[in-house]
């Protein structure tokens, strides 16, 4: 039988490094994030301050590199509309980082010198003329401030607290925007409607 | 969003993401219990120049998680070095029983970076304010200027001695305002 008083201090004490923690909980340095009826428990706690606990793996479908807590999918899509600091700069600078770590680098698998470099030897428009100077320069820094980015401009640390749900939202996209006409895109489209309208459809 | 529970955890997430929220618009009581279930805190406090403002803070139960490189490791977010500099002169100019004061002018504080770090000091003074310590919930600026933000204000005891440490031997020094060489 398990001792329930030792468990929900361990469980609040685990709750609390995971709000704090910048980087992820490593399971060697939390063992208790090893059993899952204490990660149920935390995972209760996150769930009570709007948050949820993320496994951080190494690639897709890796190993379990170790724990973080992020905004839960449901609190996630209310904040989405909250007003915020970043602005459509910021946004236009973060895809264009992005499109070139996720398609270039990670689905490609292709080995790509940096952003700045490739644009540079890209001829033909390359979008920066629309965020630029100044304005550039203080959406890099908003962008590292959100830890969205990291100072050589690449994706930062705050996409690691993405729920794979929030991931899978954020691929999709990426997927609607490059193959609007694809199959695919027609599945995702279809599956983000809402069941109103499917019903009315089908 | 449809249960009580799920709107108490939307709150305290808005509280968490937006630094502090109005307090008239919360449910005081509710999130109050709700954060200390969770290993949180709520502080009522008061930011702006006026004191009918006043706001709801999300902080840590007693105190806040320190950053341990030894196991169980935990890193914690830090300053940059040039913003610690920053918060240190500007919690010292608060606190100063000299001069009373709630807000400092962007001039006051780069003048006495200037003199205490070096000159130039005092141009990284109104960055760190604008963007790091503003981004903390460090600092605020209102129409009277700078004032200590709604983070600085739930400082838990072990940080709040530390700074005062800091504060006590700024004080002392030669080239702070008022003191011998300034």
């Known amino acids: 039988m398990r001792d329930q008083a030792t468990d929900e201090g361990l469980v609040l004490q685990t709750v609390r490094a995971l709000e704090a ?16 009826h204490i990660r149920e428990l935390v995972g209760g706690h996150l769930k009570g301050l709007g948050r949820q606990l993320v496994a951080v793996t190494h690639g897709d479908g890796g190993p379990i590199e170790g724990w973080l807590s992020g905004w839960s999918d449901e609190v ?26 996720e398609v270039l680098v990670r689905i490609l698998g292709e080995d790509v010198p940096p952003v700045l470099e490739q644009l540079d030897q890209h001829t033909g428009p390359d979008g920066r003329d629309t965020v630029r100077g100044q304005r550039l320069t203080k959406s890099l820094r908003r962008l590292r401030a959100h830890q969205l980015i990291t100072n050589q401009n690449k994706l930062g640390p705050a996409l690691m607290r993405l ?8 691929e999709g996209n990426l997927v609607l925007l490059l193959r609007p006409d694809s199959l695919w895109a027609r599945d995702i489209k279809a599956a983000r409607r809402p069941e109103s309208t499917l019903t009315e459809e089908e | ?35 200390n279930a969770n290993g949180r805190q709520l502080h009522v406090v008061s930011t702006a120049e006026d004191d009918n403002t006043v706001s709801l803070v999300l902080g840590w139960h ?9 196991s169980p490791k935990l890193v914690r977010r830090t300053l940059p070095q040039s913003a610690v500099k920053v918060l240190v002169v500007f919690y010292a100019l608060i606190k100063d029983p000299n001069t009373v004061q709630e807000s400092l002018r962007l001039p006051q504080l780069s003048g006495t970076l200037d003199r205490l770090v070096g000159p130039g000091s005092g141009g990284t003074a109104e960055k760190a304010l ?9 600092v605020v600026l209102t129409s009277n200027g700078w004032q200590p933000g709604p983070k600085m204000l739930t400082w838990d005891g072990p940080t709040r001695a530390v700074m005062d440490h800091a504060a006590e031997r700024l004080w002392t020094h030669p080239l702070w305002p008022g003191g011998a060489n300034a």
Request: net charge negative; proline share 7%; no cysteine.
């Open chain 1, 76 to 101: 996630a899509a209310e904040l989405a509309g909250d007003e915020t600091d970043l602005v459509a700069d910021d946004f236009a600078v973060l895809a264009l980082i992005y499109l070139h770590s």
């Open chain 2, 62 to 70: 007693s105190v806040e998680p320190a950053a341990s490189t030894r």
């Open chain 2, 1 to 35: 969003m449809n249960t009580r529970m799920d709107q108490l955890a939307l709150e305290l997430a808005r509280l968490r993401r937006h630094n502090q929220l109005p307090i008239a618009d919360a449910r005081v009581a509710d999130l109050e219990i709700a954060a």
């Open chain 1, 163 to 170: 729920t794979p749900t929030q991931s899978r939202i954020l």
């Open chain 1, 21 to 36: 923690a910048d980087a992820p909980l490593r399971p060697r340095d939390w063992p208790a994030l090893e059993d899952p």
């Open chain 2, 130 to 138: 604008s963007e790091v310590l503003t981004a903390a919930g460090l």
